[in-house]
Structures are given as C-alpha cells and as structure tokens.
Antibody, heavy 126, light 107 residues
Framework: EVQVVESGGGLVQPGGSLRLSCLVSGLTFSDYEMNWVRQSPVKELEWVSNISSSDSNIHYVDSVKGRFIISRDNAKQSLFLQMNTLRVEDTAVYYC???????????????????WGLGTLVVVSS | DIQMTQSPSTLSASVGDRVTITCRASQSVFNWLAWFQQRPGKAPKLLIYKASTLETGVPSRFSGSGSGAEYTLTISSLQPDDSATYYCQQSSTYPWTFGQGTRVEIK
C-alpha cells in the first residue's frame, strides 16, 4: 500500500519561511516524478511545483518562482518544499502528490497524480 | 497559462441519472487531461487520465471523452457515493492548471 505523509505546515507571519516534508512508502520513490499541489481556503486547486525522478528537471508556477524550492532525497524516499518570503495568499493545504512513473528516466505510463497525502495546512497571517 | 473552465459549477441529480461535466481549455491540451473526485475533508482522487483512461479501481460508470480543448466526464448512473466535487486538470503545458470544480449533489 502506498502511503504519502506530509509534515511541516503551521502558522507563519508574512515574510517568514517554512519547510514542508513528504515521506513516501510503498513504491519505488526514485522512479517517480513528484509534485506539490495546494488547495486554498476557497477550495481552488493549484499545482505548485514538480521535480523529475532524478531531480534534473524542475518546474514552478509563476507565483512561487524565486520564493519556493522543491527538492528530493531518493535515499530517504522524501520530497521537500522550502517556502520563503511567504505571503498571505500562500495560505492553503499543501499536498504531496506522485507524478509519472519514469524508471531510468523513461516514463512507462501517462498516469500521474495517483497518490496523494492528506495534506499539511500552511497559514500565513500576522 | 492555459485556463480550464468547467461547467456547470454545481449540479443536482437523482440516483440513477446520467451526469455530464464539461471542461474547456483555453487552447488544446492534446488529451493531457485528467479528472479528479474530491469528497469533503479528503484529498482529490484520480478518476481518469489521458482524457479517457480509467484509473485502476475506479467504477466503470465513470468515463471520459473529448479532444483538443473540450473534454467531458460522464457518470452513467449516479450513485449516492458520487456526491463530491469534480476537477479537471491539464498537464500539457506548464504551469499545469485545474478547473474551478463542479459540485455534484444528490437530490
């Protein structure tokens, strides 16, 4: 059974920083692209960032470029999101989500976003 | 950015009804279109990917179709368990984007 567990959320003041972590078990983590997706209080879903299985390719939504950094540690089956210069509009539940299965960099399926964690709440407020 | 627009925003239907949700993209997404179901307090769940491929374990009453910039999610016979919000999402062009959601209620 695949398990995805996020941690690191909390209350932070505008301009502050947080580091989210995600521990994945039940799959070969190093074969999967990984994503962060957030859901605002009004329930809009927004893809935030993703990272390839070997962390050679990284993408961000424009609103977080230059402030957020995605990274991964395949040996620890973990994904991270360093969030700096946080804004009120970053308030959301942040989900860690699996991407495509790409062993040795070759994606063998179009399926993505199959495995989601329960999310971790980030509140940016003074 | 590719804008995804779902319609309707809310629908109310009876058990056994056929339900259709439409997702329109601001440009072609070349079938890189997924559908998700989200129940209150839960994470989204993948239903369909690549426009029409049913995810393993998803009931066959769910189906997806479409091409180019217009896609459809159909529930062939609505069940009480299908009360949820449904989202489409494109992964054709970065940044990947979601629709605003369609809330499905059971009459």
């Amino acid at each position: 059974e695949v398990q995805v567990v996020e941690s690191g959320g909390g209350l932070v003041q505008p301009g502050g920083s947080l580091r989210l972590s995600c521990l994945v078990s039940g799959l070969t983590f190093s074969d999967y692209e990984m994503n962060w997706v957030r859901q605002s209080p009004v329930k809009e879903l927004e893809w935030v960032s993703n990272i390839s299985s070997s962390d050679s390719n990284i993408h961000y939504v424009d609103s977080v470029k230059g402030r957020f950094i995605i990274s991964r540690d395949n040996a620890k089956q973990s994904l991270f999101l360093q969030m700096n210069t946080l804004r009120v509009e970053d308030t959301a539940v942040y989900y860690c989500v699996s991407g495509r299965n790409c062993p040795n960099g070759v994606c063998n399926s179009a399926a993505s976003f199959q495995y989601w964690g329960l999310g971790t709440l980030v509140v940016v407020s003074s | 950015d590719i804008q995804m627009t779902q319609s309707p925003s809310t629908l109310s239907a009876s058990v056994g009804d056929r339900v259709t949700i439409t997702c329109r993209a601001s440009q072609s997404v070349f079938n890189w279109l997924a559908w998700f179901q989200q129940r209150p307090g839960k994470a989204p769940k993948l239903l369909i990917y690549k426009a029409s491929t049913l995810e393993t374990g998803v009931p066959s009453r769910f189906s997806g179709s479409g091409s180019g910039a217009e896609y459809t999610l159909t529930i062939s016979s609505l069940q009480p368990d299908d009360s949820a919000t449904y989202y489409c999402q494109q992964s054709s062009t970065y940044p990947w984007t979601f629709g605003q959601g369609t809330r499905v209620e059971i009459k």
